[in-house]
């Protein structure tokens, strides 16, 4: 008898049942997924702003284009009025309503840094779990591999910079993944409805909301009259400060134009390292080549009954080259491609798997998914040092300047600037926009007698046609239209980990006669 007992124990577990993707899938439903991608998202975050304080030591944003955003907050916030200089209206803000929320967030806090901060991340966690639901529209009941879907939008190391870099980029990506989730669930007016309110945030949402009219013909006027109630109100707004029927920063930076070679191809190629084809050699490859294959076999099988994820995926950079050269830094005009991608990869990876027999099929896929995992938490530990070195970037070179231009300048003067973000932000004095992101373009030495700015600070690489080798100091010197006055350098500024900014140096010049002495140049090299 004991013997016996003993055999039945030891054949027990053979009868015991394994684990099937199907058994876990049903441990993962309800609220666990959702508590999964929220910590993954915020343990990544947390990993990026320790780079950020390490490297940097003074909270910050890595791009200087998120202080303009700051600005027009405060001066909403403190009743200036939507403007950059204080009472004079314009659309120099690309994205008006994260603008607005800016100002909202900076009238209960009376800050910007931290409150843009958490609120880009809590959009990338709700664009996380958007998506994971998305994922499930396209196989339900499938919660590990939509959980899958959902992490690799959470910890992209793109949308991670994006969250805590001070843009409007992550309230973009927000509508996109909503209105993913509600066109995958079959909702397309809803879908169209939530991509068109998106155009206040980026103006270029326009050829989302254009390709949501490929669906069902039976509500189409639906869907178009959704996208003209926010397009007639938006190209109003923009019309009624700045003359234009989009933003002025829009007008400064997009000029159509039809240039295969130059923008077509360097836009594609661009594009193709989000996926993991080698560009440039500084490009990093932040999605493992192995999704390419997957997308692309996503985007055909989802081409019938879902056109638009694979449109916008492999549209958006031939749409944005009939407007720009490239894509930004960090790529962030095309980084609304990447839920889109997910999503296509995971159908493709399905369908290439599934010509596999029996279990191998499984474990290809979840090789596959470990593999990706890897790679982007790799390369997401290299973007949050190239995140740290933004923020110190900004900070040591923009932000020190603007703070320079406030203790040598009084209220009331006038300060010309190159970048307009951070040297606005905390100077506090009225801005010279001389790329005329806020204000209408003139030439330098036009500007510097129209204003008569106390100060200019510039990046000299970009103004070397209106410079003139000074005697007295052997450096640069620009002279208004009339030559009645000279700007003198004051105090540069040198970078020598520059991951940003668009030179290693910026100089302030003062404005003086032409046969004042030089004042003493202040140096400093970070």
């Known amino acids: 008898m004991p013997s016996k007992r003993r055999s039945q124990r030891r054949t027990a577990p053979s009868h015991a049942p394994r684990p099937t993707s199907a058994g876990i899938d049903a441990r993962l439903a309800g609220w666990v997924p959702y508590a999964i991608l929220s910590a993954l998202v915020v343990g990544a975050v947390a990993y990026f702003l320790n780079r950020e304080w390490e490297i940097a030591t003074l909270w910050g944003f890595s791009l200087d284009d998120s202080w303009i955003h700051a600005v027009f907050a405060r001066n909403i916030a403190t009743g200036n009025g939507y403007s950059f200089n204080p009472g004079e209206p314009v659309s120099g803000s690309t994205g008006p309503l994260y603008s607005l929320i800016l100002a909202l967030l900076y009238a209960v806090t009376g800050e910007v840094v931290w409150p843009a901060k958490i609120f880009g991340v809590a959009c990338q966690i709700a664009s996380t779990l958007f998506i994971y639901r998305a994922a499930l529209h396209l196989e339900p009941g499938a919660h590990l591999k939509s959980l899958l879907v959902g992490a690799l939008v959470g910890i992209s190391p793109s949308l991670l910079w994006a969250s805590l870099s001070g843009m409007e980029i992550s309230l973009y990506l927000l509508f996109v993944c909503w209105g993913i989730e509600r066109y995958l669930a079959g909702k397309d007016v809803t879908a169209t409805a939530i991509w068109s309110a998106g155009i206040w945030v980026r103006p270029d949402g326009i050829f989302l909301v254009a390709l949501s009219m490929l669906g069902p013909r039976r509500t189409l006027w639906k869907r178009a009259a959704f996208a003209i109630a926010a397009l007639l109100p938006f190209f109003a707004f923009n019309w009624f400060l700045g003359g234009s029927i989009f933003p002025q920063t829009v007008g400064a930076k997009a ?80 980084l609304y491609v990447i839920p889109f991608g997910m999503i296509a990869a995971m159908a493709g990876l399905t369908w290439l798997t599934q010509q ?171």
Not at 262 to 287: A, M
Not at 316 to 325: H, N, V, Y
């Open 356 to 526: 596999i027999e029996g279990r191998r099929a499984r474990a290809a896929f979840l090789g596959v998914a470990a593999v990706v995992l890897v790679w982007q938490g790799w390369i997401a530990s290299e973007k949050a040092t190239n995140h740290g070195w933004n923020v110190q970037n900004i900070n040591m070179m923009q932000r020190l300047l603007g703070l320079t231009a406030a203790e040598v300048t009084q209220p009331g003067d006038v300060i010309a600037a190159s970048d307009i973000g951070a040297i606005g932000y905390f100077s506090n004095r009225k801005i010279v926009d001389l790329m005329g992101l806020v204000a209408r373009a003139r030439s330098l030495p036009d500007n510097l007698s129209h204003y008569e700015p106390k100060l200019m600070i510039i990046i000299v690489d970009w103004f070397t046609t209106d410079a003139r080798k000074d005697p007295a100091t052997g450096f640069y010197a620009y002279y208004d239209s009339d030559s009645t006055h000279k700007y003198t350098a004051l105090a540069a500024v040198e970078l020598s980990h520059n991951t940003i900014c668009s030179a290693d140096q910026m100089v302030a010049f003062v404005r003086q006669k032409p046969g004042d002495p030089p004042p003493p140049l202040y140096f400093e090299r970070f």
């Open 255 to 334: 000029h159509l134009g039809i240039d295969l070679h130059e923008r077509t191809w360097n836009l594609v190629r661009e594009w193709s390292t989000i996926w993991g084809l080698p560009y440039r050699k500084w490009d990093q490859l932040e999605h493992p080549a192995i999704l390419f294959p997957c997308l692309l076999a996503g985007s055909v099988l989802l081409a019938r009954r879902r056109p638009v994820i694979g449109l916008y995926l492999i549209g958006l950079p031939l749409a944005f080259s009939l407007f720009r050269d490239h894509s930004g830094s960090h790529k962030r005009y095309l």
